[in-house]
């Protein structure tokens, strides 16, 4: 992985094509998608520079979406582009997750919005099930006996002692620094 | 609970996280089990409200933020999403100067140790998501269909509401 060394050129700004990727794209691989065709299928960006952004994101501890639009935005503008992609990126999807909670609260005591909310956490089991598959698996077929051997650990770390889930993480970062490395 | 106490929570839990749903078990331990903030019910309810808006899955955190802080809440749990992305262009650097391989193993290593913790909070969570066996088998098949790759995950969920009023009065 290398990412581009050159100062960010001087190009207008995709405030509109943030918005719309953050506002109207579910999950990051939608959005991301959303982003690339926008700026790179209209020549605003090199191709390069979007995969760079996008393998860089990948390694970024938190919301691997919001970092795209920080890299994204800090190769028009720097700084001060990085922080405007993340601030949009970040509050127009709050803003609706927001607006979806409240009319959740007003109404939780009906008894048709009780059931369909309850109908949902169903559903929302299911995609939270279905991620760790999704998550878990490249990186089996990657690290395969390393990688089994860790998530072994980490079960045995979870079941067994009585540790903080970050402690956790931290303990799994560490052996991973030493025994996962992996030049790209 | 004070809003500059939970974007700290949610900070520690995002920021040790390298997808959406992977802070769920550590958000699970700080708000439901250690401070009793948050019931496992509303951390359902969290993730099902995210899925049916738009933005990045670990927008469920904001969803939280307002369940137990209101707005203000609501406002924290965003800048805690937000806030681990400002590393993105460090890294970068990081990854300029050819550094990246044990930055690239700490985090598949930190991925996988997620899913592992993810995927017992997932035991965890099923009796309130899925009380019944109508409500079981709707998880079930809702798993099956995103397995299939042919349905998103917001069509799980909305189906699964418009479903809900049928199956809990089985």
């Given at each position: 992985m290398s990412v581009h060394t050159q100062t960010p050129r001087h190009r207008p700004f995709p405030l509109l094509e943030f918005i719309r990727a953050s506002s109207l794209h579910v999950g990051a691989a939608a959005a991301a998608a959303a982003l690339r065709k926008d700026l790179v299928e209209t020549g605003r960006l090199p191709t390069g520079e979007f995969d760079e952004a996008y393998a860089v994101a990948r390694v970024t501890p938190g919301t691997n979406l919001l970092a795209i639009y920080t890299l994204l935005g800090e190769r028009f503008a720097g700084w001060p582009g990085a922080l405007t992609a993340l601030s949009v990126g970040a509050l127009v999807p709050a803003l609706i997750a927001v607006t979806l909670a409240v009319a959740y609260s007003t109404y939780s005591g009906h008894p048709v919005a009780r059931d369909a909310m309850q109908g949902a956490r169903a559903g929302a089991l299911a995609v939270f099930s279905w991620a760790v598959v999704r998550l878990l698996r490249p990186q089996i077929e990657q690290h395969r006996g390393r990688g089994i051997a860790l998530a072994l650990v980490t079960l045995t770390l979870a079941l067994l002692?009585?540790?903080p889930p970050f402690v956790i993480l931290l303990i799994a970062g560490g052996l991973g620094a030493a025994f996962l490395s992996v030049k790209s | 609970m004070n809003a500059l106490v939970l974007y700290f929570l949610l900070l520690r839990a995002t920021a040790l996280s390298?997808?959406?749903?992977?802070?769920v078990p550590l958000i699970r331990e700080d708000?439901?089990?250690?401070?009793?903030?948050?019931?496992d019910e509303e951390l359902n309810s969290a993730i099902a409200i995210s899925q049916a808006s738009?933005?990045?899955?670990?927008?469920y955190v904001v969803v939280i933020g307002y369940f137990v802080a209101g707005v203000p809440g609501a406002f924290a749990a965003a800048l805690a999403l937000a806030t681990?992305?400002?590393l993105a262009i460090p890294i970068a650097r990081a990854v300029r100067r050819h550094r990246d391989a044990q930055v690239r193993g700490a985090s598949a290593a930190i991925v996988i140790a997620s899913c592992v913790l993810m995927a017992t909070t997932s035991v965890t969570l099923a009796p309130a998501a899925a009380p019944t066996a109508p409500l079981a088998a709707l998880a079930v098949v809702g798993f099956v269909a995103l397995a299939s790759g042919r349905v998103p995950p917001v069509v799980v969920v909305v189906v699964s509401a418009c479903l809900g009023p049928f199956l809990t009065r089985l």
């Open positions: 002692l009585p540790l | 390298f997808s959406g749903f992977a802070s708000l439901v089990v250690q401070r009793a903030v948050l019931s738009p933005g990045p899955l670990g927008l681990p992305a400002i």
